[in-house]
């Protein structure tokens, strides 16, 4: 079976649904903060291996054979979609014109960014893909520096606010006890 499938659902929510819900957070989802220093080639890394990721499940066939790879592929993948599309609907829907707090954001600073680590760790167990498991570890790091530009951007653009809520809620998972 065509990998290219694994990524219909994710399409479908990641720009479908967040455009059936406000069309405005399409273009807000796309939205780069400024970068700088070590932000600028994380950056391209980051562009270069998510392109790597999306053409090369085009390419290649998911292994079913009931394995542990196989399950653990599964598991991944539907946990992936499951917090794509709840950190979609809450980035759709802000609780305020300011930044993002409600729902998964509650939880995780990027649950969209955490979706799409899953997600992409799910596929790459589905095709056992030991190359694109590469390209999803160098998405991973490279995305920790393009998360970093974003806070800088909002601590900029919401000041104490923002600062306040990075005390509450740590950057991947979990409040801040």
């Not at 290219?4 to 720009?15: E, K, M, Q, T, Y």
């Not at 592929?73 to 707090?101: E, M, Q």
């Not at 740590?170 to 801040?176: L, P």
Request: aromatic share 20%; charged share 15%.
């Amino acid at each position: 079976m065509s990998a290219f499938l694994l990524l219909i659902p994710f399409f479908l929510i990641r720009f479908g649904l967040l455009a059936f819900l406000n069309k405005d957070s399409v273009t807000r989802a796309a939205m780069f903060a400024p970068v700088k220093g070590g932000e600028i080639p994380a950056y391209w890394v980051y562009q270069v291996s998510n392109g790597f990721i999306l053409v090369s499940l085009c390419f290649q066939k998911i292994v079913i054979d009931f394995s542990w790879f196989f399950y653990a592929g599964i598991i991944s993948y539907a946990v992936g979609l499951a917090l794509c599309t709840g950190a979609v609907i809450n980035f759709a829907v802000p609780r305020s014109k300011k930044f993002h707090d409600n729902g998964l954001y509650r939880y995780s600073r990027n649950p969209m960014y955490l979706a799409y680590f899953i997600f992409f760790a799910g596929c790459a167990l589905l095709v056992r893909s030991a190359v694109l498991g590469v390209f999803v570890l160098l998405f991973i790091v490279s995305s920790h520096w393009i998360i970093l530009s974003e806070e800088r951007w909002c601590i900029m653009e919401f000041g104490d606010e923002y600062r306040e809520y990075m005390k509450k809620v740590r950057r991947y998972i979990g409040m801040v006890p």
